[in-house]
C-alpha cells in the first residue's frame, strides 16, 4: 500500500497528465481515469468509480474539478481533493494563457479548423465509450433498461432537465427499492400458504 505522500503525488501526476491530454472535457477523462484507479491500482472497485460519477454528474460545476475533488477525496481525503484539482487545473490554464496569445493569429485558417474537427471526433468516441463503460455496469435488469430509456427520451425529445432527471431518477430508484422489499414473499408466508 503506497504512503500518503506517494498517494498525493500519484494523484498529483495522473490528473495533470489526463488533463494536458484528454480534450473534450471530463466525460473523456471517465475511460483513463477508471483504468488508472480501477483496474490498474485498484484503488476503488467498480462500483466506487460508478457512485462517483452519478455523484459528479448531480453537482454543478465543471465535471473535471468535481471528479478531481470526488476521487482525490476519497483517495487521500482533503489533501487529495486539493492535489488532484490542482493537477486538473494547471494544463488548461496554462493552455488558455499561452493560446490566448495567439488566437488571433490561428482564427480562420483551414489548416487549425480541420484539425479541430478531428478533434471533435475523437472526443465523440470517447465520450461514446465512456457511455458503453457504464452502462455495462449499472444497466442489468429491466428496471434499469426502461429507466434509461425513459430517461433518454425524455432529454432527447421533450428537453427536460438533466436535474430533474437525476431527481426522477433516484425517486425512481427508492420507490423500486422499497417495492420489491414489500413483494418478497417471506419464509412465514411461504409455510401458511402449503409451499
Not at 28 to 46: I, T
Not at 98 to 112: D, E, H, K, R, S
Not at 113 to 122: K, M, N, W
Not at 155 to 183: D, E, P, Q, T, Y
Amino acid at each position: 500500500m503506497p504512503d500518503r505522500g506517494s498517494r498525493l503525488w500519484s494523484l498529483f501526476k495522473i490528473f495533470f497528465v489526463l488533463s494536458a491530454v484528454t480534450l473534450g472535457g471530463g466525460l473523456a477523462m471517465l475511460p483513463p481515469l477508471h483504468r488508472e484507479f480501477v483496474e490498474r491500482r485498484r484503488w476503488l472497485s467498480d462500483e466506487d468509480m460508478v457512485d462517483t460519477v452519478a455523484i459528479m454528474q448531480a453537482m454543478p460545476g465543471i465535471i473535471a474539478m468535481n471528479m478531481g475533488v470526488l476521487l482525490g477525496y476519497r483517495i487521500a481525503g482533503v489533501a487529495g481533493a486539493f492535489i488532484a484539482v490542482l493537477g486538473s487545473l494547471l494544463p488548461p490554464f496554462l493552455a488558455i494563457v499561452l493560446l490566448a496569445t495567439i488566437f488571433m493569429a490561428l482564427q480562420g485558417n483551414p489548416v487549425v479548423e480541420q484539425a479541430f474537427l478531428g478533434v471533435r471526433a475523437a472526443v465523440c468516441a470517447l465520450i461514446l465509450l465512456a457511455v458503453i463503460k457504464l452502462c455495462r455496469q449499472i444497466i442489468k435488469g429491466p428496471f434499469e433498461i426502461i429507466l434509461s430509456i425513459l430517461c433518454f427520451a425524455a432529454l432527447v425529445f421533450a428537453n427536460v432537465n438533466a436535474v430533474w432527471m437525476i431527481v426522477f431518477g433516484a425517486f425512481a430508484g427508492f420507490v423500486w427499492f422499497f417495492s420489491k422489499k414489500r413483494i418478497k414473499p417471506t419464509g412465514d408466508s411461504c409455510k401458511e400458504c402449503g409451499q
